[in-house]
């Protein structure tokens, strides 16, 4: 039979759409939650407060669907090198078993997705170490397609009586985890190949006619692991051709092309901010990006509705008692409070996230304030709903006590016309929650439009939530590492070896900070001979002791310039960096080993055999990781001690003695965190990524032998 439960659920689009969207109406709500990171070594109360959350919490809410977007599992070994564990797998197994139970859901109405830690070590798809297609609760609808949909079934007639044909809204799951799934760090971005891109916008396609075919026009969600400006598009091509991927139409003008409301996601967990939400706009439609923060170690979640074509969503926090049975939770928004029951305001949306998809109306013509109000503790007495308004510029304001619109249901309605009472001005609305006469909790103070709006509002995001949300990722790591390269090679090198061969900042002395003869504070420097007629000896004030400041590190570098040995091994070393293969490694577990380019990875091809060469940004991330924490901080230091060997007679004799305190300090860090990077290299790629590590671990053996060098021609540099 078409709708019989397993099969048909991966016969078509279509089976999908008919077999759940059967049921109509104009409210539902989803629980979204993502990062959980199930692990055997780490934080492993990640499990019993999710069973707790949904015992005490999800039972209550009742969702229609619970979203994970991702990193369902930790996928690291004790050392915290990526490997797929599968003692982590039957935990998330028996856990989404756990939260469907209850809740009351079946196993295709929990759904999961791939994340990078999902596919660390992964070779193949659906391979024997794919522990997502083992264990995942949606891992039949996967099975090797990039795209699932879900129909969003209404609450108010889940009873079966006077069912129609349209479901409240439709979810698209994208799975954009890489294949293969190499080990991490270079498995962070996510991966839009050709063939991803056209089966969404097919899929999109196909869901677009049938709604048009069914006279349906539901809100449509798309959820995937990690967020847009974080995608890579990407292909594989042979080695040594190696041609990047030709351009591809991004994912998020896909979606708005057909009226995709909102993308959900993860993957930063908290760590840009906690408001990742994004507006995207073609003109035509409106898409808002929402990532939420991690459950693994914020214990975040989000409830999200959609009622009357329009989406609301709350951000809220889970905080366990520990030890004992006891819970709070603490909304995100601080207008919002959380006593005995979670309020979640459906209409009228909220000036910041409406209108969304094609919808282009004015919210207020819904003619009414609704509002789920979820009980998710002890209530005594009687429970009222009370919706408080104001409108903004006039001041007027007023309230009104709100029903129950079904009595097996949360939902709690009033009516009210905004354009009407309000002139066509904006208002503020927030529903409050009395529990036998006393205050429990309110909804967050939500700002909606006014009559004339043509779009969501700007939210005033931080500026790091502005450039993370901003910023495309793969392009821009890419722009980092060309940059670092070009400061190093020209900044560093060239352009203080131009100035040193037409005799301009010679030898720099010391720099002097102290009191004058007249009391006053000096700052200069001590030079000999030619380097004060060159530069001047800097006159007391405080614009002459910045410019010191700026033209002393540059003195340093003119100088050092004359130490060939230690100039050409760097400028050597920035040559190769550009071109040249950074480390051998082990790119997956059990397979050949592969190499390591600033612009990819020359990598056994699992699938087809052979080798393939994988275009990924997530390599640039780590040569720029390694360029700006290790070898930028470590070049200054050496080219700062070889400078002040100058004017130090121990110097020739034992160059390590006439280090000063501060450079023996600044050295420590400095060194400390190239053998981090060392010991990080080993754990990530094994052993031979150290031993056979040109660009990365032999920098820092390299530069000091570059150094120790320089002592043999330190007399003839300070006769110069």
Not at 263 to 277: E, I, Q
Not at 566 to 575: E, P, R, S, V
Not at 644 to 669: E, H, I, T, Y
């Amino acid at each position: 039979m078409l709708c019989d439960k397993g099969a048909s659920l991966l016969t078509s689009l279509f089976a999908v759409l008919i077999c759940f969207g059967r049921a109509a109406g104009d409210v539902s709500w989803f629980v979204h939650l993502s990062d959980i990171h199930t692990s055997r070594y780490v934080n492993l109360d990640i499990r019993p407060d999710l069973e707790s959350l949904a015992e005490n919490v999800l039972s209550q809410v009742s969702p229609a669907l619970i979203v994970s977007t991702g990193d369902q599992a930790d996928s690291k070994t004790k050392f915290l090198r990526a490997r797929q564990q599968e003692e982590e797998w039957i935990s998330y197994g028996e856990l989404h078993a756990h939260l469907r139970n209850a809740t009351g859901l079946g196993e295709d109405e929990f759904l999961d997705v791939r994340g990078n830690h999902d596919t660390f070590d992964v070779p193949i798809r659906t391979g024997k170490t794919d522990n997502f297609h083992k264990y995942a609760s949606s891992r039949r609808r996967w099975g090797n397609s990039r795209v699932v949909v879900t129909p969003l079934e209404s609450k108010l007639n889940n009873d079966g009586k006077d069912v129609a044909e349209c479901p409240v809204g439709i979810l698209i799951g994208i799975d954009f985890s890489p294949e293969p799934g190499l080990r991490g760090p270079t498995n962070f971005l996510g991966w839009a190949k050709e063939s991803l891109v056209a089966e969404v916008s097919e899929t999109l396609a196909m869901v677009s006619r049938y709604n048009l075919a069914q006279g349906c026009s539901p809100t449509m969600i798309a959820y995937g692991h990690y967020p847009l400006g974080l995608i890579a598009y990407t292909e594989r091509s042979r080695w040594p051709l190696g041609t990047e991927a030709r351009a591809l139409k991004r994912v998020e003008h896909i979606l708005m092309d057909h009226g995709v409301a909102a993308f959900l996601c993860g993957h930063l967990h908290d760590k840009f901010g906690l408001r990742l939400h994004k507006l995207w706009s073609t003109g035509t439609s409106t898409m808002a990006e929402l990532e939420t923060a991690d459950w693994k170690i914020t214990r975040r979640f989000r409830i999200m509705s959609v009622d009357q074509g329009m989406t609301s969503f709350v951000d809220l926090k889970y905080i366990p008692s520990r030890p004992g049975p006891g819970f709070a939770i603490e909304a995100l928004e601080e207008t919002m409070q959380v006593g005995n029951h979670i309020v979640l305001v459906t209409s009228p949306p909220s000036a910041f996230y409406a209108p969304l998809g094609f919808n282009k109306f004015d919210p207020n013509t819904a003619k009414g304030i609704r509002a789920l109000v979820f009980g998710v503790g002890t209530v005594q007495g009687r429970v009222t709903a009370v919706a408080e308004w104001s409108c903004v510029g006039s001041g007027r304001k007023g309230s009104i006590e709100m029903g129950k619109s079904d009595e097996g249901l949360p939902l709690y309605e009033a009516p009210w016309d905004g354009d009407t009472i309000c002139g066509g001005g904006g208002a503020q609305i927030q529903v409050t929650v009395h529990a036998d006469g006393k205050l429990d909790s309110t909804s967050e103070l939500r700002l909606v439009h006014k009559s004339d709006a043509m779009g969501p509002l700007d939210y005033p995001h931080s500026l790091k939530e502005r450039f993370t949300l901003s910023t495309k990722w793969p392009d821009f790591v890419g722009r980092v590492f060309l940059c670092l390269w070009a400061f190093h090679v020209f900044g560093l090198l060239l352009f203080p070896r131009l100035l040193a061969m037409k005799g301009y900042f010679l030898p720099p002395g010391y720099i002097r900070y102290g009191s004058g003869d007249n009391g006053k504070w000096d700052c200069g420097f001590v030079g000999q001979g030619s380097a004060d007629i060159a530069l001047g000896v800097i006159k007391p004030g405080l614009i002459q002791c910045l410019l010191g400041a700026v033209i002393y590190p540059l003195r340093m570098l003119c100088w050092v310039s004359h130490a060939k040995p230690f100039w050409k091994t760097q400028l050597l070393y920035c040559l190769y960096l550009s071109v040249a293969p950074l480390a051998v490694i082990r790119p997956m577990e059990e397979h050949p080993l592969g190499v390591l380019f600033r612009f990819g990875i020359f990598s056994p091809d699992p699938l087809n055999g052979g080798y393939t060469f994988l275009h990924i940004p997530d390599t640039l991330m780590v040569a720029s990781m390694h360029y700006f924490g290790v070898v930028l901080p470590s070049t200054m230091w050496m080219v700062w001690v070889i400078s002040s060997w100058q004017s130090k007679d121990c110097a020739l004799n034992s160059m390590w003695r006439c280090l000063s305190l501060p450079q023996v300090f600044s050295g420590f860090v400095v060194w400390f965190l190239h053998i981090r990077m060392v010991q990080n290299l080993g754990v990530w790629y094994g052993a031979w990524a150290v031993l056979l590590s040109p660009g990365l671990a032999w920098f820092g053996p390299m530069s000091l032998i570059g150094m120790w060098s320089v002592r043999k021609d330190l007399r003839k540099l300070r006769t110069e």
